[in-house]
């Protein structure tokens, strides 16, 4: 058989099998347009802090603040924890709050929404700070011996 023939042959084969899966795909139910597929309703992330790698200080306040999924409008409610103790909740998909760490070390800030039917979604960050004697560290002039 010649080239010529052989690619023409190739030509058609290839047509035929992408005719066939386009006819496929239509009358396939398990093959899914991605962009028809929802976004999940149901998360939580924490927006404040912006970074974990940020150094707070001691008895100076701090904002926390958390955004949780609510397009159902399913949202029971939105709880800030710091080291396991509440700091602020509400029922609204955004939640803000002042936050003061009285000592200095690692924190666990953790956000925890939670839904009508009963499921919670949550997540985690930790926060260094500088323990002392709170804004007057950063006024006092540090001394530095030359040799």
């Known amino acids: 058989m010649s080239t010529f ?13 992408l005719t066939s ?20 309703a149901h998360w939580v992330m924490i927006t404040k802090p912006v970074s974990s790698n940020i150094r707070y200080l001691a008895n100076v306040p701090m904002y926390i603040e958390a955004v949780a ?10 709880v800030l924890l710091v080291n396991g103790n509440l700091v602020a909740s509400g029922t609204s ?6 936050y003061t760490p009285t000592s200095g070390g690692q924190y666990l800030l953790e956000a925890i929404a939670t839904y ?3 499921s919670q979604m949550n997540t985690q960050m930790t ?9 007057h560290q950063l006024l006092i002039p540090m001394q530095v011996q030359i040799p």
């Open 116 to 118: 009508a039917d009963g």
């Open 5 to 17: 023939k052989l690619g023409i042959l190739s030509l058609f084969v290839l047509m035929f099998s």
């Open 21 to 40: 899966f386009a006819a496929s795909a239509v009358n396939n139910p398990m093959i899914v347009n991605e962009s028809s597929v929802a976004a999940p």
């Open 69 to 78: 999924g609510n397009t159902a409008g399913d949202l029971v409610s939105l």
């Open 93 to 98: 998909a955004v939640l803000s709050s002042t």
């Open 127 to 135: 926060f260094n700070v500088m323990g002392g004697g709170g804004l």
